[in-house]
T-cell receptor, first 114, second 114 residues
């Protein structure tokens, strides 16, 4: 079945550091790919998405490129802020049959220190 | 304001005592879904609904029931809760299923079964 693998944290960085959170996936067909963010005590919010190969999703300074050849969707940000501290989930949506919904990675807890 | 509202936010109950977690959305979305979030496992889908009176099992449906009598509401029912259902639960909705559209999540319900 479909699966998503992402680095598990916590990942601790200093403010203004460069961020990469790796995400790779296994899926049949051509899934859409997402990054969701969960701030403390809140539900998940869509951060960015890409629906086909070579698409780049971007939002709030974060970027991720859909790489079909490496089945990856790594999240990057050039200069992180304390307010970026959260849990980040990589996810894919099934394009084949079966249960309709998102398959999530286990989440990466990001901590940004001032 | 577009939102998904879950109640209650926190619940402690005893084994075997039936409970319902409510979920309501005000965006006229056809698609609604329930997830549970557990440490080290990420989010897993319990049930989903493509429209009124249409529900289907996700990846972990055992021990849960749902109903979709109205478009805006999608309650999660635990007929006889057990300690292994202690978890953080999220309701989500979207306009066309989760494959390429943004999912909106509620703030979560933290359930403890003792």
């Amino acid at each position: 079945g479909d699966s998503v693998t992402q680095m598990e944290g916590p990942v601790t960085l200093s403010e203004e550091a460069f961020l990469t959170i790796n995400c790779t996936y296994t899926a049949t067909g051509y899934p859409s790919l997402f990054w969701y963010v969960q701030y403390p005590g809140e539900g998940l919010q869509l951060l960015l998405k890409a629906t086909k190969a070579d698409d780049k999703g971007s939002n709030k300074g974060f970027e991720a490129t859909y790489r079909k050849e490496t089945t990856s969707f790594h999240l990057e940000k050039g200069s992180v802020q304390v307010s970026d501290s959260a849990v980040y989930f990589c996810a894919l949506s099934s394009s084949g049959g079966g249960a309709d919904g998102l398959t999530f990675g286990k989440g990466t807890h990001l901590i940004i220190q001032p | 304001e577009a939102q998904v509202t879950q109640n209650p936010r926190y619940l402690i109950t005893v084994t075997g005592k039936k409970l319902t977690v409510t979920c309501s959305q005000n965006m006229n979305h056809e698609y609604m879904s329930w997830y549970r979030q557990d440490p080290g496992l990420g989010l897993r889908q319990i049930y989903y609904s493509m429209n009124v009176e249409v529900t289907d099992k996700g990846d972990v449906p055992e021990g849960y029931k749902v109903s979709r009598k109205e478009k805006r509401n999608f309650p999660l029912i635990l007929e006889s809760p057990s300690p292994n259902q202690t978890s953080l639960y999220f309701c989500a909705s979207s306009s066309q299923g989760l494959r390429s559209t943004e999912a909106f999540f509620g703030q979560g319900t933290r359930l403890t079964v003792v």
